[in-house]
């Protein structure tokens, strides 16, 4: 923007340099310069409107990529909850996330109460039977995690890989406990993501703090500083929530 500012009063500038030539110089050179001077302003003009269209690229670009990175970090945070239903705990190892897909069976539980004879307070109570209440678990069935998170999909075998931006780039994967509650992060730093554009660009992106925008110079899901599972991007990103 400070860029472009600056191209639009130097066009300004260049304008009024032409009315005060008009006015003062001789005729005999008038035409010269002025050519000159229009010459510039046509230049300065294609500049502006290259860096306003090359922003509206990016912006363009960036979401298609996005688009992408958060399909995947879904893909991982749905296997990851998986996971923990089973495990009790996230894991940090893509490998482990992958054999799971492969062969786990996530259980279909149902909670229910029923009562049951108190024995210490009927004790308490001269034998007078007192009840209490005990919730139950019973296992109904199990899924197929394969089946459920990835409609039978063999795409979980390279959820790693961030698929778009730097060649061979991966996905930086963590797991751990935070007060005994289990958490995990799976993030990309936007550098990655966009790494074959204008370094200027990329930086405003790193940068941008907006409630329609992806906040901050990483794209992730999960945290490891607050019992979080959801990603730092807006709704309209994607339709898979």
């Known amino acids: 923007m400070n860029v472009i500012i600056a191209i639009v009063v130097i066009i300004l500038l260049t304008v009024g340099i032409v009315w005060l030539i008009d006015k003062f110089v001789p005729r005999k050179i008038k035409p010269v310069i002025n050519i000159l001077l229009w010459v510039l302003i046509i230049f300065l003009g294609y500049i502006t409107y290259n ?12 979401k298609k990529r996005y688009a992408v990175v958060i399909d995947r970090l879904i893909d991982i945070r749905d296997t ?6 089973v495990n009790g705990a996230y894991t940090a190892s893509f490998d482990s996330l992958i054999k799971f897909v492969e062969t786990g069976k996530v259980p279909i539980t149902q909670r229910r109460d029923t009562l049951v004879l108190d024995e210490e307070r009927t004790r308490a109570f001269g034998g007078v039977e007192t009840m209490k209440t005990l919730t139950l678990i019973d296992t109904l069935s199990y899924y197929s995690v394969k089946d459920s998170v990835f409609k039978g999909s063999d ?4 959820m790693m890989n961030v698929g778009v931006g730097k060649e061979g780039a991966k996905f930086t994967l963590k797991a751990d406990k935070l007060d005994e509650f289990p958490v995990f992060e799976a993030s990309v730093e936007k550098d990655v993501i966009l790494a074959d554009q204008e370094a200027y660009l990329v930086e405003k992106e790193k940068q941008v703090v907006s409630v329609d925008g992806v906040n901050g110079p990483t794209l992730k899901v999960g945290s490891m500083e607050e019992v979080f599972t959801k990603g730092n991007w807006p709704k309209s990103y994607t339709n898979k929530e």
């Open 51 to 62: 860096s306003v269209y090359k922003e509206i690229e990016f912006n363009q670009l960036k």
């Open 80 to 85: 990851q909850l998986a996971y923990k239903d």
């Open 155 to 158: 795409r979980y075998k390279t």
